[in-house]
């Protein structure tokens, strides 16, 4: 049997898959865990979704599929409505199934061969709101000198009338701390291959200290990743 998470972004599936190691969970496909393969959104649209969800339906009829996780980002969304965003997708292509109403826990899909797995969802977010880079600015685990005069900076904007959103902010925010908060200078030197977020892959398989992945933010991430452990 094979468990699939299904991520927004090739950059969420190296996180996910940093989370998983950290947290001493085999990828593999037996149990303990089986979160062996990813889908990446690229991206977020109800149509890329629902055509992952299809692509799910089809792989599902040529290998033995236990349990589907969507995770994807809250943004500025409330859970209620990112839930029923979800389930709208889900009932493009599973009309049969129940209805998603809560994270966490699992529901029965059922496809048009009569395959039935198991399916849950988490929204990445800290404290109720945002994406990954919100999550990796939370769980930073070097001083962040450089990045954090960046509130200086958006004041001084605000002085001038000026705004930038949270979200490019935190974007903005994770690409300094990794630029200048953590590169060395022997990495400067190939500074978009091993100091940008471009480059992320470099960043969580060489540099994945620089994050805290015992950060209590994690909190319920590492439960939702948890209930793939159970039989």
Request: proline fraction near 2%; aromatic fraction near 10%.
């Amino acid at each position: 049997m094979s468990n699939l998470l299904i991520v927004e972004s090739k950059n969420d599936k190296l996180f996910m898959e940093a989370l998983i190691d950290n947290l001493n969970y085999n990828i593999c496909i037996e149990p303990p865990i089986c979160i062996n393969d990813y889908e990446c959104l690229a991206g977020l649209s109800q149509s890329k979704l629902i055509n992952a969800l299809k692509a799910l339906a089809a792989d599902s009829q040529k290998r033995d599929i236990q349990k589907v996780g969507i995770v994807i980002d809250i943004d500025n969304f409330s859970v209620d409505e990112r839930i029923q965003w979800v389930s709208e997708c889900i009932n493009q292509v599973f009309p049969n199934s129940a209805n998603l109403s809560q994270l966490g826990k699992f529901i029965e899909i059922s496809t048009a061969t009569g395959e039935v797995i198991k399916l849950s969802c988490y929204f990445t977010n800290v404290d109720g709101k945002g994406e990954l880079e919100t999550v990796l600015k939370t769980i930073k685990s070097q001083d962040s000198t450089f990045a954090d005069c960046l509130v200086s900076w958006r004041d001084c904007l605000s002085q001038e009338g000026k705004s930038i959103t949270d979200k490019d902010f935190d974007k903005f925010w994770v690409s300094l701390y990794i630029r200048f908060d953590t590169c060395s200078n022997r990495e400067k030197k190939q500074a978009e291959r091993k100091c940008s977020m471009k480059n992320f892959d470099y960043i969580m398989k060489e540099k994945v200290d620089i994050w805290n992945l015992e950060h209590p933010a994690l909190e319920e991430l590492n439960k939702f990743l948890r209930i793939f452990t159970d039989e």
